[in-house]
C-alpha cells in the first residue's frame, strides 16, 4: 500500500511558475516508478511527466522544454516544477506511484 499527498497547487499568471510536490509513504520509494497526470474539466485525464526508479523521465509534448519532473528519494517526494505555465495547463493535478496508487490531486490555475 503506498499513501500519497500532493501539494502546491494554486492560482497562478500566464507566464509563471509553480512547483508540485507530493509526499509519498507506505512503500520503498526509491524502488517505485512515479508520474505527474492532469485532468481539465471535460477532459480525460492525461500523463503530464513520468520518473523511473532509475531517475529517467519522459514528458507529454506540450510541456517538453517548460516542466520538470524530479524525485528526492531520501525525502520520498517526487516533485513537477511548472515554468512558463499557459491556462491550457490549468487542471487538477494528480500524483501516480505505478502501477495504481494515486494521490487526491491539486488544482492549478493558470488565469490573469
Known amino acids: 500500500q503506498v499513501q500519497l499527498a500532493e501539494s502546491g497547487g494554486g492560482l497562478v499568471q500566464p507566464g509563471g511558475s509553480l512547483r508540485l510536490s507530493c509526499a509519498a509513504s507506505?512503500?520503498?520509494?526509491?524502488?517505485?516508478?512515479m508520474g505527474w497526470y492532469r485532468q481539465a474539466p471535460g477532459k480525460q485525464r492525461e500523463l503530464v511527466a513520468g520518473?523511473?526508479?532509475?531517475?529517467?523521465?519522459n514528458y507529454a509534448d506540450s510541456v517538453k522544454g517548460r516542466f520538470t519532473i524530479s524525485r528526492d528519494n531520501a525525502k520520498n517526494t517526487v516533485y513537477l516544477q511548472m515554468n512558463s505555465l499557459k491556462p491550457e495547463d490549468t487542471a487538477v493535478y494528480y500524483c501516480?506511484?505505478?502501477?495504481?496508487?494515486w494521490g487526491q490531486g491539486t488544482q492549478v490555475t493558470v488565469s490573469s
Open positions: 501516480k506511484a505505478f502501477p495504481g496508487y
Open positions: 507506505g512503500k520503498i520509494f526509491s524502488n517505485v516508478n
Open positions: 520518473i523511473s526508479s532509475g531517475g529517467n523521465t
